[in-house]
């Protein structure tokens, strides 16, 4: 099932509309017409939004807002999204009059022997620069992009919290699966080995294959120690990223984990329209980026011109002298000044020339993280297509192969085979069910990372209403 891809129109727009004073937009990025991966299975694009919620546990929801609201990584993007905000207070007030208050105070004698001169003063001065050729007007404009831009690396940063988190917790439920396997096998081998051991005895069994039996057993239990020791490790990690208290999330894990049943729900994405990729954090604020960085370019390219500015003042005072109060109110506008670049030893140019390659880079930088995103998005949908079409036999193979070691246990309980012949079934079995809990694992890896590729769900805002925000 293939997918129209529409994403030249997301580029050119990303790298259109500049004003005069800025570089043209550059050459869309290449990217293919169509999805080229199978798609998984049906079911609805809505649900893409509701992810963690499809495991139908609730403990993996609460680590996952436990893991944002403690993550550095998105109290780092909050950070920046205050600073980029003052920035663009910053250069906002660079478009409006200044204004200041002041006060002053003077006593003296200036020309003796007249009396003694006592003047205060109150006032506010004002001074506009106005923005003749939009070098200020720009600046704006690509402090307010890069505003925007961290809002999205905000939630940027928290898809990857929650991916991160939910990758953790997939591996523990995982390592519990495995552990459960491994104990199984374990008992096993001991049961194996404690009938080798009474056979030995009663002369029915060589010692040579009661100490394989034993040595199988040994081997079990080394595996099911290891298994359990990769469970600890996995707990401590996931206690890292949520700081939770580690007896409560102790507590919550003894509850059964999502099963292979409820698993294969997840997997419900009919579709995944290549538009989706506007929705990406990622994309969009390298796109914002492109709109800011042609925005620099004008900026620079305005201190070129000449520059006009306006002040004036306002005050009133007192005048005391010989004991006299005269009142003193001062007014005035101007000068009107108009500034005009001479020499600067090229200083300007060599400002307009940062500013035009660091645009050409973040272009650059954009059309590089449209074709990553594609790939990630592709990458993801073979994972979920191939891990799909795999289950089915390998649960099919772990199911027979169940069967054959049973068969054979049941066998050598009765001397029609060896304890050899057992343990080489015994292998298999184990092998094929640590492939199935393995290809489990993969398959819910490729969906936290499809999550991760198309954004999590996240609904861009359109780019007038955004660049409009205050």
Known sequence: MKRTLCMAALVAAALSGCAVSRPPAQAPAAVPGEWQAPLPHNGAVPELS???RQFDDPLLVDLVDAAQAVSPTVASARSRIEQVRAARVA?????LPAVDAFASAERGNSQPPLPLLTVTQAGLQASWEIDLFGGNRAAADAAQARLIGAHAGWHEARVSVAAETALSYIGLRTCQLQLAIADNDAQSRAETARLADLSERAGFTAPATAALARASASEGAARARQQRAQCEIEVKALVALTALPEPQLRSRLTAPGPGPARTAVLMNV???????????PDIYQAELEVAAASADVGSARAQRFPRLSLSGSIAAGVVRTGGVNTDAQTWSVG???????????????????AAQARYEEAAALYRARVRNAVREVEESLVTLESTRAREEDVQRAVDGYR????ATQARWQGGLASLV????????????ELTLVGLQR???AAWIALYRAVGGGWARPAAETALAQP
Do not use: K
């Not at 250069?91 to 478009?95: D, K, M, R, S």
């Not at 069967?403 to 049973?406: G, H, L, N």
């Not at 012949?421 to 094929?432: F, H, I, N």
């Open 50 to 52: 509701q992810w963690w």
């Open 91 to 95: 250069a906002g007030a660079a478009l």
């Open 270 to 280: 009919a579709s995944v329209p290549a538009q989706v990729l506007a929705q990406r």
């Open 335 to 353: 000068p009107l000044a108009l500034s005009l670049p001479v020499f600067d030893g090229g200083r300007r140019a060599a400002d307009v020339d």
């Open 403 to 406: 069967v054959s070691f049973a």
């Open 421 to 432: 012949e057992l343990e080489e079934v015994r292998r298999t079995l184990l092998v094929a």
């Open 442 to 444: 993969d398959r819910s």
